[in-house]
């Protein structure tokens, strides 16, 4: 079955800190993944796809299909990147699988 | 606000009350999707539609919940004979829809309908 793990429900990382949020996927063929965030008080959404290789915000993504990991990084955390963020894949064109979300909270 | 609007933004009923929701995505976008999303876990897929037609629908979504989207537009959610277990952010979300199958096209999400089940 299709699943994402994201084994952190809650990182605390100082400001200017590297910031590593790690995601885990299940899925034989070849999905496509996703950061989605969700700041406070606002809707759910799209960070980044691995399909563009954008670093959006400073954040960056690289597929490991050995590993099945897609993990998300920033160099310099800033107090601005606390919220709550989610993984997720699709394999075809419609439902998302999203991951159980890592609450990323930045201290000053 | 040109985004994906959901109504009410908060519901709470009683057991075994019926409930429903409504959604209204981006004005030129043509699939539309429900999630659910419990306390300390990620949004869960309900249900697609690609215009009117309903493509898709998930195991979680039992014989008490049906959804709609009569002209392709706006969509409904409803609930029959309530349970606590229903206590969840309803979530809508809407995409302008690929020009190939296969083809995966931004979701945008609405803020969400919380019901609390009493």
């Known amino acids: 079955a299709q699943r994402v793990t994201q084994p952190e429900k809650l990182l605390s990382v100082f400001k200017g800190a590297p910031v590593e949020l790690k995601c885990n996927y299940s899925y034989s063929g070849s999905p496509e993944l996703f950061w989605y965030v969700q700041y406070s008080r606002q809707r759910l959404q799209l960070l980044l796809r691995h399909i563009s290789r954008e670093s959006i915000k400073g954040f960056t993504a690289d597929l490991n299909k050995g590993e099945t990991s897609f993990h998300l990084k920033k160099p310099f955390a800033q107090e601005e990147d606390s919220a709550m963020y989610y993984c997720?894949?699709?394999?075809?064109?419609?439902?998302?699988?999203f991951g159980s979300g890592t609450r990323l909270s930045i201290r000053p | 606000d040109t985004g994906v609007s959901q109504d009410p933004r908060h519901k709470i009923t009683k057991r075994g009350q019926n409930v429903t929701f409504r959604c209204d995505p981006i004005?030129?976008?043509?699939?539309l999707y429900w999630y659910r999303q419990t306390l300390g876990q990620g949004p869960e897929f309900l249900t697609y539609f690609q215009n009117e037609a309903q493509l898709e629908k998930s195991r979680l979504l039992s014989d008490r919940f049906s959804a709609e989207r009569p002209k392709g537009s706006f969509s409904t959610l409803e609930i029959q004979r309530t349970e606590q277990g229903d206590s969840a952010m309803y979530l809508c979300?809407?995409?302008?829809?690929?020009?190939?199958?296969?083809?995966?096209?931004?979701?945008?999400f609405g803020p969400g309908t919380r019901l609390t089940v009493l």
């Open positions: 997720a894949l699709t394999y075809r064109a419609s439902k998302i699988i």
């Open positions: 004005s030129e976008h043509n699939r």
């Open positions: 979300a809407s995409s302008l829809g690929g020009r190939a199958s296969g083809i995966w096209d931004e979701q945008f």
